[in-house]
């Protein structure tokens, strides 16, 4: 199994910046899709952004030009960089890894815990 823990979240004001991480430890063999959900309050989850094993990138697009998805395959981490956040960027932020494990090779995947981020005058 891994496990994945978040840092970074916490409240901003609008048009500024917030730097998310999640590191993932366990039994890892190879660390594939990673990426970030994020949940508004009565909203449904969704997809932030994601970033293949290759690099790749994805946005959802009300985030597109503000937010930049990163990883360090060394720590196994993840980083969100939020730039000029906006009210509507208030939400928990869940980061989720697909993962094979290095004992069992068994395919999954993990969601951290959640971090909060409010933006807030």
């Known amino acids: 199994q891994v496990q994945l823990v978040e840092s970074g979240g916490g409240t901003v004001l609008p048009g500024g910046s917030l730097r998310l991480s999640c590191a993932a430890s366990?039994?890892?063999?190879?660390?594939?899709?990673m990426g970030w959900d994020r949940q508004a309050p009565g909203k449904q989850k969704e997809l932030v952004a994601h970033?293949?094993?290759?690099?790749?990138?994805n946005y959802t697009d009300s985030v597109k030009g503000r937010f930049t998805i990163s990883r360090d395959y060394a720590k196994n981490t993840v980083y969100l960089q939020m730039n000029n956040v906006q009210p509507e960027d208030t939400a928990v932020y869940y980061c989720?890894?697909?993962?094979?494990?290095?004992?069992?090779?068994?395919?999954?995947?993990?969601w951290g815990q959640g971090t909060q981020v409010t933006v807030s005058s």
């Open positions: 366990g039994n890892i063999a190879s660390l594939n899709t």
């Open positions: 970033i293949t094993k290759g690099g790749r990138t």
């Open positions: 989720n890894a697909d993962w094979l494990d290095d004992i069992t090779s068994q395919a999954g995947r993990s």
